[in-house]
């Protein structure tokens, strides 16, 4: 089955830094990447939708400099929280799609806990 | 516009008794339908979709569920519960291409927390 994968898995880093969290396809080309957010004992909430080679399109209220999103190639993309605050605190996961022109199936990465001190 | 309300947001049964975890969805166009479990701390994994095929759908682990469009419901059910069936349970709809912007977007229920008691 298709498999996505993040990276790190955790990560603790203090108010001010950067942090950069990869999602990767690894047994197949994903031209659509979606980045979520999961608060504690919260549904996810779409942030952002990233088509391989171009601008990610962001949510409502997801403020894209501060969420900085890369879809280089079609089995990498990469969310960059910049100058992260306590309030980024949060569990981030990434999903993949096979197909621009469909809605076929996501498949999730395992996510990534954030922890800004 | 398209919603998604799971009724229960915490449901505890007894090991080897039915599981139902209720699912309405409101969506302008004919929606595909998911149902989606996540473990602590990990991340999701589809247990069944519905595409416009058969209505009754069964997915792994022993999970089906069943698309009622009069009643706008895909309710998730199991015979017969486990204890490694104790997580976080999503439905989720997503939009065919007809429905403009939202085309392709995942809107999630809130979840429902299935408890499982030996």
């Known amino acids: 089955g298709a498999v996505v994968s993040q990276h790190p898995s955790r990560v603790i880093c203090k108010s001010g830094t950067s942090v950069k969290i990869e999602c990767r396809s690894l047994d197949f080309q994903a031209t659509t990447m979606f980045w979520y957010r999961q608060f504690p004992k919260k549904s996810l909430m779409l942030m952002a939708t990233?088509?391989?080679?171009?601008?990610?399109?962001?949510e409502q209220g997801v403020e894209k400099d501060k969420f900085l999103i890369n879809h280089a190639s079609l089995t990498l993309s990469t969310l960059t929280v910049t100058s992260a605050h306590p309030e980024d605190s949060s569990f981030y996961i990434c999903?993949?799609?096979?197909?621009?022109?469909?809605?076929?199936?996501?498949?999730f990465g395992p996510g990534t806990r954030l922890t800004v001190l | 516009a398209q919603s998604v309300t799971q009724l229960d947001s915490h449901v505890s049964v007894s090991e080897g008794t039915p599981v139902l975890l209720r699912c309405n969805y409101s969506?302008?166009?004919?929606?595909?339908l998911f149902w989606y479990v996540q473990h602590p701390n990990k991340g999701l994994q589809l247990l069944l979709k519905y595409t416009s095929a058969a209505t009754l759908v069964k997915g792994i682990n022993g999970f089906e569920a069943e698309f009622k469009k009069s009643e706008t419901s895909f309710h998730l059910t199991k015979p017969s519960a486990h204890m490694s069936d104790a997580a976080e349970y999503f439905c989720?709809?997503?939009?065919?291409?007809?429905?403009?912007?939202?085309?392709?977007?995942?809107?999630f229920g809130q979840g429902t927390i299935l408890t499982v008691h030996p």
């Open positions: 999903s993949a799609r096979f197909h621009r022109d469909s809605y076929n199936e996501q498949f």
């Open positions: 990233s088509n391989e080679g171009s601008k990610a399109t962001y």
């Open positions: 969506s302008s166009y004919s929606p595909s």
């Open positions: 989720v709809v997503i939009l065919p291409r007809a429905g403009g912007t939202s085309y392709g977007k995942l809107t």
